[in-house]
């Protein structure tokens, strides 16, 4: 199990209640440590253009994180 | 260049002081400004939430892409945060260059990529009273299934 930080963001953090929380995840990827978030949180839903950065670096979903990382989950963006 | 966020009403003169230069004879800005309607409802305002830290580094990236992919002088783009009424600006982009075909191509690029790419959410609130973050489809089903 690896202990990480996640924070939520935006439509996010509506969805779970919550800007942040500090979890035990037995997830391998970014992808996997999201779907063991929308499990824990019935409003939390996937969505196709989120994006997930990983100690502020944008990466891909399928990236592995580790133990000690932060975890940001972004909902889709509408700047401008 | 020059990117920045901001919690304050965009100096728009500050932005064109910015860019004067004798060596350019072209000087294009876009604002985004605050609209009144989106997909058939009455925006009252907005609020766009920031995630600085990424948001300035993506945005500099942007810049400097422009920079390198056209032959600009000088390149500003600010965006706002936190709650903007109607007709705010929201966004600002402003290139200077020697002629304008660059200045224009490198303009539309810097908009077209800080919509898409920086981390930076648009909630509008509505006449209605109701509010929804923009682009996100899910969410917004949930948001109305709890202001019913």
Redesign the interface.
């Known amino acids: 199990m690896k202990t990480v930080h996640v924070r939520y963001?935006?439509?996010?953090r509506?969805?779970t209640g919550r800007s942040e929380e500090t979890i035990a995840s037995a997830a391998e990827t970014l992808a996997e440590l999201f779907g063991e978030r929308v499990a824990a949180h019935t409003?939390l839903?996937?969505?196709a253009?989120a994006?997930v950065?990983l100690n502020?670096t944008?990466v891909d979903w399928e990236s592995a994180f580790s133990d000690g990382d932060e975890v940001?989950f972004?909902?889709?963006?509408?700047?401008? | 260049m020059s990117f920045s966020i901001t919690d304050t009403p965009i100096d728009l003169p500050a932005i064109r002081a910015a860019l004067e230069h004798h060596g350019c004879g072209a000087a294009v800005f876009f604002e985004?400004r605050v609209r009144d309607h989106n997909e058939g409802e009455a925006v009252d305002r907005l609020e766009?939430?920031v995630?600085r830290?990424?948001a300035q580094?993506?945005g500099e990236k942007i810049l400097a892409e422009a920079a390198e992919r056209w032959s600009i002088e000088r390149s500003v783009c600010i965006?706002r945060e936190g709650r903007l009424e109607l007709g705010e600006l929201?966004?600002v982009v402003g290139v200077v260059s020697a002629h304008r075909d660059e200045a224009f191509q490198a303009a539309r690029y810097i908009?077209d990529e800080?919509?898409?790419?920086?981390?930076?959410?648009?909630?509008e609130h509505y006449r209605s009273g109701e509010a929804h973050?923009?682009?996100?489809?899910?969410?917004g089903a949930?948001?109305h299934a709890h202001s019913g």
Not at chain 2, 133 to 139: E, G, K, T, Y
């Open positions: 963001f935006a439509a996010f509506d969805a409003a839903h996937p969505e253009a994006r950065a502020d944008l940001l972004f909902p889709p963006v509408a700047g401008g | 985004g766009y939430e995630y830290p990424l580094s993506e965006h929201a966004i908009i800080a919509k898409v790419r920086l981390p930076i959410w648009k909630k973050w923009v682009n996100c489809q899910r969410c949930h948001a």
